[in-house]
C-alpha cells in the first residue's frame, strides 16, 4: 500500500518555465489537497478537491492550476514559474473531512 | 480569521526530560484538532485527532489533550528518536455544517532530545 505519491522528489526550474507536480493515491480517498511549506511557515493550502471533477481554490492558489479527472490522480500545474514559487509542496488525501495523510513532498527552486 | 499558534518554536530536552508543547488556536468553529509528526525532509505524519473539550489521545510516549482554546502534546521521557518538528492543525466547521476538510496549520515546534 504505497499510500501518497509524489513525483519528482527534487525539481530546478528556470524562471518562465512550466511544469506539472504528480500526485497519486491508493487508498479510494475522495479528498485531495495541495498545500506549500516555506520556511519558518506554517503549511498553506494552495488548491484541494472533494471529488472527482471538483476543485476549489485555497488560500494561496495564484499561479497554479489543477485538474481532477480521476479519484487517484491530482496533478499541480505551475505556469511561468517565479522565484517565489520556491517551496516544498506536498499533496495529501484523505477519505472524508479528516485526518489527510501526506505524500513526502516536491522541493521545487525556481532559478 | 481562523489561526493556529504553536509555542515554544523550539524547544530542546535531555533524554528523559518531560515536557509539552502547547497549540492556541482561534476558529469559528472546530470540527477537529490535528497532530503531526514532520521529520527533515519528509512530509507531515499523522499522530492524533481530537474532536471535543476534554478529550486525550495516547500514542507511546506522547499524549494529547484539547481544551476549548489550546492542545498540549505531552512528552514523556522523550527519547532521541522522538525529535522532529510537531505540527498542529485544526480544521473548521463551515457555515452549511459541513467541512472543506482543508487543515489550518501552525509553524510547528521543532523538538530536539539529546541523549
Known amino acids: 500500500n504505497a499510500g501518497v505519491t509524489q513525483t519528482p522528489k527534487f525539481r530546478i526550474l528556470k524562471i518562465g518555465q512550466s511544469m506539472t507536480l504528480q500526485c497519486t493515491q491508493d487508498?479510494?480517498?475522495?479528498?485531495m489537497y495541495w498545500y506549500r511549506q516555506d520556511p519558518g511557515m506554517g503549511l498553506k493550502l494552495i488548491y484541494y478537491?472533494?471529488?472527482?471533477?471538483?476543485?476549489d481554490k485555497g488560500e494561496v492558489p495564484n499561479g497554479y492550476n489543477v485538474s481532477r479527472s480521476t479519484t487517484e490522480d491530482f496533478p499541480l500545474r505551475l505556469e511561468l514559474a517565479a522565484p517565489s514559487q520556491t517551496s516544498v509542496y506536498f499533496c495529501?488525501?484523505?477519505?472524508?473531512?479528516?485526518?489527510?495523510?501526506f505524500g513526502q513532498g516536491t522541493r521545487l527552486t525556481v532559478v | 480569521e481562523d489561526q493556529v499558534t504553536q509555542s515554544p518554536e523550539a524547544l530542546r530536552l535531555q533524554e528523559g526530560e518531560s515536557s509539552s508543547l502547547n497549540c492556541s488556536y482561534t476558529?469559528?468553529?472546530?470540527?477537529?484538532l490535528f497532530w503531526y509528526r514532520q521529520d527533515p525532509g519528509k512530509g507531515p505524519e499523522f499522530l492524533f485527532t481530537?474532536?471535543?473539550a476534554g478529550e486525550e489521545k495516547e500514542k507511546e510516549r506522547l499524549k494529547a489533550t484539547l481544551t476549548k482554546k489550546e492542545s498540549f502534546l505531552h512528552i514523556t521521557a522523550p527519547k532521541p528518536e522522538d525529535s522532529a518538528t510537531y505540527l498542529c492543525?485544526?480544521?473548521?466547521?463551515?457555515?452549511?455544517?459541513?467541512?472543506?476538510?482543508?487543515?489550518?496549520f501552525g509553524k510547528g515546534t521543532k523538538l530536539s532530545v539529546k541523549p
Open positions: 487508498m479510494n480517498h475522495n479528498y
Open positions: 481530537l474532536y471535543s
Open positions: 495529501a488525501s484523505s477519505y472524508a473531512p479528516a485526518e489527510a495523510f
Open positions: 478537491s472533494v471529488g472527482a471533477g471538483i476543485t
Open positions: 476558529v469559528s468553529g472546530l470540527r477537529g
Open positions: 492543525a485544526v480544521q473548521a466547521i463551515m457555515n452549511y455544517g459541513g467541512s472543506q476538510g482543508n487543515l489550518i
